[in-house]
């Protein structure tokens, strides 16, 4: 999608940088999407503005956050991409709270704090992507999920079309799914965590690191897990049971590392991968009587 000659002017006059045809297959940690515009939102004041633009032009977009949790279709895309651009680090610390915006890479928060010594992340440390992208999901690993230490999120909502600040209990967060409306835009969160030694902290990390390196992908490309759990259950267990490590479509792979990761090994295309998730969601319902649901977040175009 490009954006008009009637938006483009009107963008730049807010001080909005463009990228134009940039490709999404550069941008995602899978590497696979076509390409679009991109509209760079420096200054979360003028987000209200900027949407106003695009509603009046009619052109559709979605927000990009780090990129790492979403599986993007091919080709020319229907929609442009927004995008919060990242200073470094994002975080101020205040006593036990930390104050991040939603642009700032999590792993980074996580360390800085560590600096601080807050504590209670550490599980969070190798999850890839941004704050934002972490807080819409209740990102979680190894027994760690951002939700329980959020208390106030300051958001852009599409449905008043304005930024609003709700307190953490005011938000749901359940596993792998919050109860933010989908075109909601996380813009900073205000985080409480418990005071830990920086030793200590760096002693979870470490073991939290070494676990994910023995048992992920992490040299690979990939969106994390395809799959979320079921209830009791684990879906990586199930489909290495049913021998599909290294099972293929074109260049779409179930990882022979952890099957829950489908990897990209060169050049897969979207619908590469989508026939690989189908193919094995079908193959678990058949074996286990049990439907997988998508971890990864499909943008259909
Ligand atoms: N297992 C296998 N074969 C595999 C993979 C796993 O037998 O190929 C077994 C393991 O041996 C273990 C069980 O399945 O007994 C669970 O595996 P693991 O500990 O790797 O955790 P997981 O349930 O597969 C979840 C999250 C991960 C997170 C890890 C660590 C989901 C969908 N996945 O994986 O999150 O990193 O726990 O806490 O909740 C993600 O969300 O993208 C993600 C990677």
């Known amino acids: 999608m490009r954006i008009n000659d009637k938006a483009a002017p009107r963008l730049k006059e807010l001080g909005i940088e463009l990228r134009q045809g940039i490709s999404l297959a550069d ?14 939102l420096r200054q979360y004041e003028t987000i209200p503005q900027v949407m106003r633009l695009l509603a009046g032009e009619q052109i559709p977009y979605r927000f990009l956050g780090g990129g790492t949790n979403v599986l993007v279709a091919d080709g020319e ?5 927004l995008h919060l651009p990242s200073a470094r680090p994002g975080v101020r610390v205040e006593g036990n709270a930390a104050y991040v915006d939603a642009s700032a890479d999590l ?12 504590g209670g992340m550490e599980g969070l440390i190798g999850v890839p992507g941004s704050v934002g992208g972490a807080l819409r999901m209740n990102a979680g690993a190894y027994g760690t999920q951002i939700g329980p230490h959020v208390r106030e999120v300051e958001l852009y909502r599409a449905a008043s079309g304005k930024i609003e600040t709700l307190s953490g209990a005011e938000i749901r967060f359940d596993y792998r799914h919050t109860s933010f409306a989908p075109d909601d835009v996380m813009l900073r969160v205000k985080l409480e965590l418990p005071s ?28 994390g897990c395809i799959f979320k759990n ?7 267990r199930m489909i290495d049971e049913l021998g599909l490590k290294g099972h293929r479509v074109g260049d ?4 022979d590392r952890h099957a829950n ?11 590469d991968m989508l026939k690989l998730i189908d193919d094995v969601r079908e193959r678990v319902r058949v074996a286990y009587g049990m ?5 990864v977040i499909f943008w259909r175009n």
């Open 196 to 223: 830990k030694p920086f030793k200590d902290i760096l002693a979870g990390i470490r073991v939290c690191n070494e676990k994910r390196r023995v048992s992920q992908p992490l040299n690979q490309k990939s969106a």
């Open 27 to 40: 941008n995602t940690s899978l590497g696979i999407g076509g390409t679009t515009d991109e509209i760079l």
């Open 77 to 81: 895309l229907a929609w442009v991409v």
């Open 252 to 255: 779409a792979m179930v990882s």
């Open 261 to 271: 990761f489908f990897v990209n090994v060169a050049n897969a295309s979207c619908s």
């Open 230 to 236: 079921p209830p009791g259950g684990s879906a990586g």
């Open 291 to 295: 439907e997988l649901e998508n971890e």
């Open 107 to 118: 792993g980074g928060m996580v360390t800085f704090c560590a600096k601080n010594d807050l």
